[in-house]
């Protein structure tokens, strides 16, 4: 196997895939308009919960993002180059950079476009707003959603043990929180209908209240009065596991079954 695989596109989408194998080349090079990810959602969804990468290797790829920790130990999230677990409980806490993440996604945030939203606005209304900016469906976005929810319901999902079952099976111990009145951001992004397989086509949201105590997986919520920005992001680079689970594992074509039930907590 090489050390180190890159394929990059045409134009100004730059896809990357890279193998994290220690001891070989200079990282990848990335910028801030670069969205990072290690490993992939089928990985994921298939149960590989471990991975070989820790918050302290992954913050130089970006301040803001999403995703999850070893043996899914609860929601991820980054905020300002700060990593936050969300607990199976909703609660929230810093995590320390040795920690292993086995799937996440993050970006350097910039402010490309800002829209205000004063209107009541739930999650559907709130992306069909956020899509009638982009310039194109089929670029990557980080999306930031900053103000106040007259509800917000989020989730967070126990730790496992091996041998690990599937996200599926695991997202059916998760645990509900729902908030009312309760201003925060909103953490997400928006990847193109082409990620299949590797990430989640479509909006991802993990939500942290101002307060930094609370947060999770965003099943649902009303916007009542926030301010959306929208950071362009044209390349995307993979970093592929260098980890038996990752190696050994069937991730087939296409999006893994069950994916929209385990996004949409169903
Ligand atoms: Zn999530």
Known sequence: MPKKLMLTSLGILAIAVVLTAPG??????????????????????????????????????????????????????????KF???????????????????FAVVTFFDNDMVVDLEQPTDLSQLQLHIDGKLVSPNYFYAVKVKGKFSSMKTRSVPVQVKPYPTLT??????????????????????CPPYVDGVNVPGYHFHFIDSARKTGGH??????????????????????????????????????????QQVEQGK
Request: hydrophobic fraction near 35%; aromatic fraction near 8%.
């Open 218 to 259: 965003v099943l649902d919520c009303v916007a009542s009065g926030v301010r959306v920005t929208i950071d362009g992001t044209p390349s995307f680079v993979l970093g592929l596991q260098d980890t038996k689970g990752f190696q050994r594992v069937n991730l087939g074509a296409g999006q893994p079954e069950g994916l």
């Open 24 to 81: 070989c080349m200079p990282a990848i090079r990335t910028d801030r308009d670069t969205v990072y990810q290690t490993s992939t959602i089928s990985a994921l969804m298939k149960g590989v919960f471990d991975g070989d990468m820790t918050l302290g290797e992954l913050r130089p790829y970006g301040d803001f993002g999403l995703g999850t920790f070893q043996a899914l130990d609860g929601e991820m999230l980054e905020l300002d180059g």
């Open 169 to 190: 099976d695991a997202v059916k111990n998760q645990q509900v929180t729902e908030l009312h009145d309760v201003e925060g951001t909103m953490i997400g992004f928006r």
């Open 84 to 102: 936050y677990r969300a607990n199976l409980d909703g609660s929230i806490m810093e995590v320390p950079d040795h920690t292993y993440t086995p």
